[in-house]
């Protein structure tokens, strides 16, 4: 016999040592598996920021994630899940900045080495603790092939690239505007950039014509940026402004004269349809000011401060300040037209939350259409399949109108640009080199090295090659690229999915992956999105510490719908986690009995050994439970293969909560004890059915199935439950005649037990019954469990057969059948019969109030029309309360409402 489990579970009793134990048998690795035992499946890990510290979304991403790799782990692949951190530029950078700013510097203040080895230190202090973190939520990574972007083995993967790249002509030098944050001070793609709704203004601002015969109105939702006007554009087919195409305006607070053009590209439905063109500060501007060879003028510092190219008086001035200076200027000057309300998207900087700038910049672009055609087209074909699939219009519109990727950052954390400028004035030789260049290769004097750093989406793009060797022909390269699994949320799909197919197919000439997986976003109540700054986060490491890892797990996967988010309460974890940790109980509990009462292996349950159980020695409830377990082996299979994971893990919770502990394991109670033959059948039987229900919940809920599942009797030490055979369907198992046979038991049963809570018939007191059959079939099902029944209902008698009494609860089953729980015995009827009167009586005055209160016309054309409704639902209520309890009286045989003291009985 097994050695008894403790009496209670404990989550922090088991995971941390069943964590270790795994790690320490290498069955994370598919090297633990033969060569050519399976074939391989392949996830790459979403990688964490080198400096994050673990939240829901991680929780959420990386059990999926888990799920996945458990799962096909059983089914015999040889998994192998990819994890890493990314350096993540701007992120960390910033952090180590705030951290020099509490010692008052800067990292101007350190110089460039200095600071990147000061960032290294915090990284190398602070690195792995994600990834530890990830673990106790049971991650099943390989962590020996763990990477970091900025390893050597990646960075020379991010050079070879670029170089590679650039000598295609995908990557170029271009001057053009850009988003720029003023804080982080640097360059941001378009994907960088969060767009906000705010409430603005319009500002309506008269440019005087320079001859003094009126002005033009311009429009605009930043007026300190006129300051560098070098043009107003209008509409050329716009009749209001025709007559003053080729004029000039002059330019208030700067006083300089500048011309009016025509362009189609303005709007002439905006404001008044003339506009002012600030070609250093809009993009529209700058491709305006390029076809009319405009002059830019630069009027923002990095800082996004007023810069020596506009009047004195502004330079230095923040920009929003200058923007209130440059609008009372108007104002005193009697050139502010009107000033208009106005709600529009701002771009911010998706890091740090500063508004953006436009800004005209010298940047490196990759050029994206030409990567962005066969990524399209491996979608259009169906070779990529998105999970749910509506991602994949937003997957085909954005690759639509693609831009190119700017690709260049104003940091000095991340990997540096290979690119070197020759000083020499008669060379000046530009060089895109694999490996460092000390001298220019044109001229061989000095070179300097371009002093940006790439995106850090540049090194995560490459990922699914770079991390397992390349650009070397590894093993691992040849055995595990390409990937089949991407699992992500929807809000990197362009950041770094989208392109991880574009780099794939253009490096390797295979898709990384083939099916995409965007889970939902975990949100509060409020449907707000869980983040620092709202203070609605939950912290994952609370819940595990509270109420184990197992149940963190259960709660998020349960919760989770395809492409739906994922709702959590953070001002009440008890409600939101403990009904998962209740389930774990009971699982432990049932377990508990199961493997206490095991002496020894089960006799087999098929095959030839002369041990196996014939089908002819099962019992009803016997073939029903191992017809509801092969139901639900095909039913979770074919949701796990579907990504319903929350549909695999009802059906698994169904079957253990309801099937196995709520009714098989209270059914063979007896035959376990000895006090019924039978008893090495009923051992059989439930311990298959319950090792088959923890090798399907393994994949949610690993900890607590790993444990239980090595207490069976025998089981080698080294045997887990996270490499066991997944579960087949079996056609020898299906049984619909035991399902439905045992279903009536079940029915019944429970029709029983309503019968006693509508009457509240205390729980231990005992009752008769009398089931009226339609159908022989039945009679002789319940017959064969009239000794379930009468021990899980609670009854005295059951006689199957025609009923003769006539006061007492009634039920109908679903097979015709009906049941009848006489009550004469059980409760005092004068006394049920008068106080179901009273409350009738109470109802019927009730129902007569409110009819009168919603006929009167006053009353419903007056109120609104909530309060109406509301009135309303409440009569329907009574009304429906008072049909209830009248038809109990009359089951019970009373008399009228109004007599109280007489449950006439005939």
Same mark, same amino acid.
């Given at each position: 016999?097994?050695?008894?489990?403790?009496?209670?579970?404990?989550?922090?009793?088991?995971?941390?040592?069943?964590?270790?134990?795994?790690?320490e048998?290498?069955?994370?690795?598919?090297?633990?598996?033969?060569?050519?035992?399976?074939?391989?499946?392949?996830?790459?890990?979403?990688?964490p920021?080198v400096?994050a510290?673990?939240?829901?979304?991680?929780?959420?991403?990386?059990?999926?994630?888990?799920?996945?790799i458990r799962?096909?782990?059983?089914r015999?692949?040889?998994?192998?899940? =990819?994890p890493?951190?990314?350096?993540?530029?701007?992120?960390?950078?910033n952090?180590?900045?705030?951290?020099?700013?509490?010692?008052?510097?800067?990292?101007?203040?350190?110089g460039?080495?200095?600071?990147?080895?000061?960032?290294?230190?915090?990284?190398r202090?602070?690195?792995?603790v994600?990834?530890?973190?990830l673990?106790?939520?049971?991650?099943?990574a390989?962590?020996s092939r763990?990477?970091?972007?900025?390893?050597?083995g990646?960075?020379?993967?991010v050079?070879?690239?670029?170089?590679?790249l650039y000598?295609?002509?995908?990557?170029?030098?271009?001057?053009y505007?850009?988003?720029w944050c003023?804080?982080?001070?640097?360059?941001?793609?378009?994907?960088?950039?969060?767009?906000?709704?705010?409430?603005?203004?319009?500002w309506?601002?008269r440019?005087?014509?320079s001859?003094?015969?009126?002005?033009v109105?311009?429009?605009?939702?930043?007026?300190e940026?006129?300051?560098?006007?070098?043009?107003?554009?209008?509409?050329?087919?716009d009749?209001?402004?025709? %007559?003053?195409?080729?004029?000039?305006?002059?330019?208030?607070?700067?006083? #300089?004269s500048?011309p009016?053009?025509?362009?189609?590209?303005?709007?002439?439905?905006f404001?008044?349809?003339?506009?002012?063109?600030?070609?250093?500060?809009?993009?529209?501007?700058?491709?305006?000011? %390029?076809?009319?060879?405009?002059?830019t003028?630069?009027?923002?510092?990095?800082e996004?401060?007023i810069?020596?190219?506009?009047p004195?008086?502004?330079?230095?001035l923040?920009?929003?300040?200058?923007?209130?200076?440059?609008?009372?200027?108007?104002?005193?000057a009697?050139?502010?037209?009107?000033?208009?309300?106005? $709600?529009h998207?701002?771009?911010?900087c998706?890091?740090c939350?500063?508004?953006?700038?436009?800004?005209?910049s010298?940047?490196?672009f990759?050029?994206?259409?030409?990567?962005?055609?066969?990524a399209?087209?491996?979608?259009?074909?169906?070779?990529i399949?998105?999970v749910?699939?509506?991602?994949?219009?937003d997957?085909?519109?954005?690759?639509?109108?693609?831009r190119?990727?700017?690709?260049? $950052?104003?940091?000095?954390?991340?990997?540096?640009?290979? =690119?070197?400028?020759?000083?020499?004035?008669?060379?000046?030789?530009?060089?895109?080199?694999?490996?460092d260049?000390? &001298?220019c290769?044109?001229?061989?004097?000095?070179?300097?090295?371009?002093?940006?750093?790439?995106?850090?989406?540049?090194?995560?793009w490459? =990922?699914?090659?770079?991390?397992?060797?390349w650009?070397?022909?590894?093993?691992?390269?040849?055995?595990?690229?390409?990937?089949?699994?991407?699992?992500?949320?929807?809000?990197?799909?362009?950041?770094?999915?989208a392109r991880?197919?574009?780099?794939?197919?253009?490096v390797?000439?295979?898709?990384?992956?083939?099916?995409?997986?965007?889970?939902?976003?975990?949100?509060?109540?409020?449907?707000?999105?869980m983040?620092?700054?709202?203070?609605?986060?939950?912290?994952?490491?609370?819940?595990?510490e509270?109420?184990?890892?197992?149940?963190?797990?259960?709660s998020?996967?349960?919760?989770?719908?395809?492409?739906?988010? =994922?709702?959590?309460d953070?001002?009440?974890?008890?409600?939101t986690?403990?009904p998962?940790?209740?389930?774990?109980?009971?699982?432990w509990?049932a377990?508990?009995?199961?493997?206490?009462?095991l002496?020894?292996?089960?006799?087999?349950l098929?095959g030839?050994h002369t041990?196996?159980?014939?089908?002819?020695?099962?019992?009803?409830?016997? #073939?029903?439970?191992?017809?509801?377990?092969?139901?639900t082996?095909?039913?979770?299979?074919?949701?796990?293969?579907?990504?319903?994971l929350?549909?695999?893990?009802?059906?698994v919770? %169904?079957?253990?909560?309801?099937d196995?502990?709520?009714?098989?394991?209270?059914?063979?109670k007896?035959r376990?004890?000895?006090?019924?033959?039978?008893?090495?059948?009923?051992?059989?039987?439930?311990?298959?059915?319950?090792?088959v229900?923890?090798?399907?919940?393994?994949?949610?809920?690993?900890?607590?199935?790993?444990?239980?599942?090595?207490?069976?009797?025998?089981?080698?030490?080294t045997?887990?439950?996270?490499?066991a055979p997944?579960? #087949?369907?079996?056609? %020898?198992a299906?049984?619909?005649?035991?399902?439905?046979d045992?279903?009536?038991?079940?029915?019944?049963?429970?029709?029983?037990?309503?019968?006693?809570?509508e009457?509240?018939?205390?729980?231990?007191?005992v009752?008769?019954?009398?089931?009226?059959?339609?159908?022989?079939v039945?009679?002789?099902?319940?017959?064969?469990?009239?000794t379930?029944?009468?021990?899980l &209902?609670?009854?005295?008698?059951?006689?199957?057969?025609?009923?003769?009494?006539?006061?007492?609860?009634? &039920?109908?089953?679903?097979?015709?059948s009906?049941?009848f729980?006489?009550?004469g015995?059980?409760?005092?009827i004068g006394r049920?019969?008068?106080?179901?009167?009273?409350?009738?009586?109470?109802?019927?005055?009730l129902?007569?109030?409110?009819?009168?209160?919603?006929?009167?016309?006053?009353?419903?054309?007056? &109120?609104?029309g909530?309060v109406?409704?509301?009135?309303?639902?409440?009569?329907?209520?009574?009304?429906?309360q008072?049909?209830?309890?009248a038809k109990?009286?009359?089951?019970l045989?009373?008399?009228?409402?109004?007599?109280?003291?007489?449950?006439?009985?005939?």
């Amino acid at each position: 016999m097994s050695e008894p489990l403790a009496p209670q579970y404990n989550p922090s009793s088991i995971e941390s040592e069943l964590y270790r134990w795994w790690t320490e048998q290498g069955l994370f690795s598919p090297d633990a598996r033969a060569p050519g035992s399976g074939d391989p499946y392949v996830i790459q890990m979403p990688p964490p920021n080198v400096t994050a510290v673990l939240h829901m979304g991680h929780g959420l991403n990386n059990t999926v994630q888990d799920v996945l790799i458990r799962f096909e782990r059983m089914r015999g692949r040889r998994t192998l899940w =990819v994890p890493g951190t990314d350096h993540a530029g701007i992120a960390t950078q910033n952090v180590v900045e705030r951290l020099l700013a509490q010692d008052g510097l800067t990292r101007f203040d350190l110089g460039r080495d200095a600071f990147v080895e000061r960032v290294w230190a915090h990284v190398r202090e602070t690195g792995a603790v994600i990834l530890d973190q990830l673990k106790a939520i049971g991650s099943s990574a390989d962590w020996s092939r763990t990477y970091f972007t900025l390893d050597e083995g990646l960075s020379r993967a991010v050079r070879e690239t670029f170089v590679r790249l650039y000598e295609q002509g995908l990557v170029y030098r271009g001057h053009y505007i850009i988003n720029w944050c003023p804080r982080c001070l640097t360059a941001l793609s378009n994907e960088e950039v969060d767009k906000e709704e705010v409430d603005g203004r319009i500002w309506h601002l008269r440019y005087p014509l320079s001859d003094g015969s009126g002005h033009v109105t311009v429009a605009t939702t930043r007026p300190e940026t006129m300051l560098g006007d070098t043009a107003v554009a209008v509409h050329p087919s716009d009749e209001r402004y025709r %007559r003053l195409i080729g004029r000039e305006v002059m330019l208030p607070v700067v006083n #300089r004269s500048i011309p009016v053009l025509a362009d189609d590209a303005v709007d002439p439905e905006f404001g008044s349809g003339a506009v002012k063109v600030t070609p250093a500060h809009d993009p529209l501007d700058f491709e305006i000011g %390029r076809r009319h060879s405009l002059p830019t003028i630069d009027v923002m510092t990095p800082e996004a401060r007023i810069s020596l190219a506009a009047p004195e008086r502004f330079q230095g001035l923040d920009r929003y300040e200058a923007r209130r200076r440059v609008v009372a200027e108007f104002e005193s000057a009697g050139l502010l037209e009107r000033i208009e309300e106005h $709600r529009h998207a701002v771009g911010h900087c998706y890091r740090c939350a500063t508004a953006i700038e436009p800004r005209l910049s010298d940047q490196w672009f990759v050029r994206m259409e030409p990567l962005a055609r066969p990524a399209l087209a491996a979608y259009r074909s169906g070779t990529i399949r998105f999970v749910p699939e509506r991602r994949g219009e937003d997957y085909t519109a954005w690759l639509e109108g693609i831009r190119d990727w700017c690709i260049s $950052r104003q940091l000095w954390w991340g990997h540096r640009i290979p =690119v070197w400028y020759c000083d020499s004035s008669s060379c000046g030789m530009i060089s895109v080199s694999r490996t460092d260049l000390s &001298a220019c290769p044109g001229c061989t004097g000095p070179v300097r090295q371009d002093d940006d750093v790439l995106d850090t989406w540049f090194s995560s793009w490459l =990922v699914p090659f770079s991390s397992l060797g390349w650009p070397d022909e590894s093993r691992d390269l040849r055995t595990y690229y390409p990937g089949h699994t991407l699992v992500s949320s929807p809000d990197i799909l362009f950041f770094w999915v989208a392109r991880m197919i574009m780099s794939g197919l253009h490096v390797m000439g295979q898709l990384p992956y083939t099916r995409i997986y965007l889970h939902g976003v975990v949100r509060d109540t409020q449907h707000r999105k869980m983040s620092k700054s709202l203070g609605n986060g939950i912290d994952p490491l609370e819940v595990v510490e509270r109420y184990g890892a197992d149940a963190l797990r259960y709660s998020l996967i349960s919760g989770m719908s395809v492409g739906t988010d =994922v709702i959590l309460d953070p001002r009440d974890l008890e409600s939101t986690f403990a009904p998962a940790r209740n389930f774990a109980n009971k699982l432990w509990n049932a377990g508990r009995l199961i493997l206490s009462n095991l002496d020894g292996p089960p006799r087999p349950l098929a095959g030839t050994h002369t041990a196996a159980v014939r089908r002819g020695e099962l019992a009803l409830a016997d #073939r029903w439970i191992i017809a509801r377990c092969d139901a639900t082996v095909a039913e979770a299979t074919e949701a796990y293969e579907r990504f319903r994971l929350n549909e695999a893990a009802g059906a698994v919770y %169904r079957f253990i909560w309801s099937d196995l502990a709520d009714w098989y394991i209270e059914q063979v109670k007896p035959r376990l004890y000895g006090e019924q033959p039978g008893g090495d059948i009923a051992r059989a039987v439930v311990a298959q059915t319950f090792d088959v229900a923890l090798r399907l919940l393994h994949p949610v809920m690993p900890f607590i199935t790993e444990a239980l599942w090595r207490r069976f009797p025998e089981r080698p030490v080294t045997a887990s439950i996270s490499v066991a055979p997944w579960p #087949r369907p079996d056609a %020898r198992a299906r049984d619909p005649e035991a399902l439905r046979d045992f279903g009536l038991v079940q029915e019944l049963v429970g029709a029983i037990r309503g019968i006693r809570a509508e009457y509240s018939i205390p729980p231990g007191q005992v009752i008769r019954a009398v089931v009226t059959t339609i159908d022989r079939v039945a009679s002789a099902s319940l017959e064969q469990e009239r000794t379930t029944i009468l021990r899980l &209902a609670k009854l005295s008698a059951l006689t199957v057969g025609e009923n003769r009494e006539r006061v007492g609860g009634h &039920a109908v089953l679903s097979d015709g059948s009906a049941v009848f729980v006489p009550l004469g015995d059980t409760i005092d009827i004068g006394r049920e019969c008068g106080r179901l009167g009273t409350e009738v009586d109470r109802l019927t005055r009730l129902v007569e109030s409110q009819e009168n209160k919603l006929g009167n016309e006053q009353f419903v054309s007056r &109120a609104p029309g909530d309060v109406v409704e509301r009135e309303r639902q409440k009569l329907t209520a009574w009304k429906e309360q008072s049909e209830v309890l009248a038809k109990k009286r009359e089951l019970l045989g009373c008399g009228a409402a109004g007599q109280r003291g007489s449950g006439a009985v005939e």
